[in-house]
């Protein structure tokens, strides 16, 4: 319909003809009179977004989310989801004549063989390596400027479970090529799920469809909620969390003519939009730059996994290594209750990433409970603001950051030729110390930049010290320049008049140590000065 | 006052956590040093018998003394001083039998291979393996280890050692082909036994397929899958396998060099080690390596470095050249 309107419009008398942006307007007009779109349509172009480059970081999410889905689709189209074992007749050597999976033997093809398969394979892994970092940096934005307080609990929490089933689909993914290494973290879970204690049997037994490795079904199921399930919820959730962005407003840093009430920024048209378009291909040029350039996953080098087969320095991607360095670390402890056994994998594998999520999903509300703090913010709080948060903030990064340097031990020890064990009782210890240490440096180092005040992070004025003939020293101040505070005139100490009795006084001590001998300091100079005579130049910061 | 003595108090804990660290890599290092002497003798000691006999009977100076008497012995088995005897006559070097190096082959070190070997190992070697190669307080008795063994050593650059530590690492080549085949003609013409060169002609001709499949069982459990190698327990590590030469595999998988198994032929035939050194030497260095920069092939640790440094930390750098600074 909308076509054969625009027919109609070209076919108009030069007379009636309409400018481009008349047609365009004709067109849309149609359309609101059908759908209704302009009511709609003027809130999405009249959304405000604030100017500032850490408001960006969420969208690094959502346009890598993009490239995953597109690509995602075009793997789809070559994977086989079977675990059916069949002869490998590709063309990489090392695997041809042996026995494979359809699974595997369809993933080494669709690298090798399909025409852009292995830059689309690498760009889809990139883009979930990328897809859960920014996700993860997003959320300190959030924390750390306190942007999740009311009325934010709930756009909050959807972030956080974004998070989980990110990591969840990663995992998912990771797991479908049926490779050497993907089998090895298959067997994990297996375990993992195993050690909780009454249900984990059946659990196993029911997603697995028996005893380790299964009946076959793993590999189907998995794909079903990799490319259908997961996904699916994962979109809904980004558009109920763009939705509340759009109908909660954005928050903003503090700033003149900001107030709780008004956001300041740039409206999606024009301006926002062709920002973020510009973003947009800024991300998928990254992605694709690094599946291009750069290897991910060298499944073929790997080989088909069975379950008698292990590689040594086998790592998940880089969002479950905290868990895999925790179940690292953790000493093999375990407890048994009457019939009831505790696996060690339960504590590090199972409770710890529930305890995680739990206080992530909850922390507004732990926060309004300790603060007592009911107020709706809609302006954000520098992170030196709230000390204590920032301070929580970054003990529980550096500690989940710990977690996740465990999980390299080995590459570790190879790399810095230190002992492996001395590598894993360092980590053993210092992952439940540094943490603190961290947060007590935030801490104080907060005190401090809201003591610095506004001269945090700009320079010094730069001072020069003159010194004449008579080896007489004087201080004078610097030209000021943009961002240049005072150190002696304004905000430190108030400069002191040199009356004569000082000037006598400071005479006497120079006397003493034996530095300068001048009666009248104050004449002197002033005719040192006046006289423009050259004196030795000394500049120096402060 | 009391945040005051709250700084002391965590002071002076995490400063005793660090100690107690310390202490348990201490004891950690300690016991395995307390262990290697042990393991030393109990490993060496078979061949010690005759190590002793030799360096209590000569020296190098004292054999030249007696090389009369002991003429007679060199031709017909192994001494350990025969070269040390009348050099000059060309009857013994008709008479000399040496050691045979190569499984599978007649071929025998010549006189001149061990006499060049033993002025090689006496500036090289000798000072920590002994004159008579019979070892000490500080290295292994070599008498007996036989060529492969040696040769392994030597041509990888391990021996000499430059620094003696846990597990020696691969170093530049200090020989020659020729000195180094002299020096395995030297060590192994001291006593009969060991491991012989193996044979590996016909590696070329083994299917790689094979290859792969024994090297996912045998090796990729310290090695890595990749062949990068990564760190064992104790200080020792599984070294990379991308500089190893064809006859290097064989020769490790048959000697098990340092911390490695060894795989003698009941575990491993010659035609399934013909196999992994296909393999390794074709489709782990020089891998159908599709995809780009392989980031030193391990695995995801370099992948997540990569992707967040680069791929998240570009992008926030966009951002930040993007949006607003204040």
Redesign the interface.
Known sequence: MAKMNLEKLRKQSPKEKKTLNGQIGSVSEWLDDRLGLAKGGRVFFNKIF????????G??ALYSFVVLLVTGVFLSLYYVPSGALEIYHGT???????VVSAAYSSTVNL??HVRFG?LVR?MH??AA??FL??IA?HMCRIFFTGAFRKPRELNWIIGVTLLILGIVEGYLGYSLPDD??SGTGLRLMFSVTESIPIVGTHLAFWIFGGNYPGNGSIIPRMFIAHVLLIPAIITALIGAHLGLLVKQKHTQ?P?PGRTEKNVVGTPMWPGFMF?TQ??MF??VG??AL?G???????I????QY?P???????????YM?WLDGALRIMPSWEFQYHSIMIPNQFFPAVLLPGIVFNIFILWPFIEAKITKDKKEHHLLERPRDNPMRTAIGAGTFTFLFMLFSA??T??L??YL???????L??FR??TY?IP??VA?IAYRFCIELQRAGDKAGKRKRTNIVWRNEQGEYYIEKSPAREGDFDVIGETEEEPIELTPELSEELNKKADLIGVGSSAATNELAEKFLESGEDGVKHVSRD | MNSKKKTVK?FVS?IA??A??LI??LL??NSYNSNTPNFRTSSYSANNVSAVSQTTSSTPTTSTSTSVSSSVKETSSFGSNHLNSNVKSDNKKKKFVGPLLYQGSNVRATYNQVKEGQTLFDESCASCHGAQASGSDRAPNLVGLGPATVQFWVSTGRMPLSNPIIQPIRKPVKFTQAQILDIVSYVSSLAPGGVLIPNIKGYNSS???N???LF??NC???????G????????A??PSLHQATPEQVAEAIRTGPANMPRFNPGVLTNSQVNSLVK?VTQ?IQK?????????G?????A??????L???G???L?????????
């Open positions: 604030p100017d500032h480059w850490s408001f960006m970081l969208e690094i990489y050597a090392p695997l041809r004549g042996t690298s090798l292995l690498q892994h990139w390596d990328i970092g920014a940096v050497l290494i840093f700033g920002k510009g973003f800024l991300v990254v992605i690094l291009a350039f750069a290897q991910i996953n060298p073929w080098l790997y080989g069975l008698y087969k292990v590689s040594y320095a086998v790592q998940p991607d880089w290594g999980s390299a080995d590459v020890a190879n030729t230190i002992s492996l064990n001395i590598v009782w360092f210890i210092a110390i603190f240490i007590a | 965590t995490v956590v660090v107690l660290s348990f890599s950690e290092s299917s790689i397929a290859g792969a499949s996912d069982i990729a459990g310290c090695h890595t899958i990749t990068a190698g990564d760190a064992l327990a104790s200080g590590y599984a393999y489709g891998p159908d390596n599709a995809g780009g920069w392989d980031m092939g391990i695995g995801p640790v992948e997540g470095f990569i992707g967040l680069i791929g998240v570009l992008l926030m966009g951002a930040f050249w993007v949006g607003d600074r204040q």
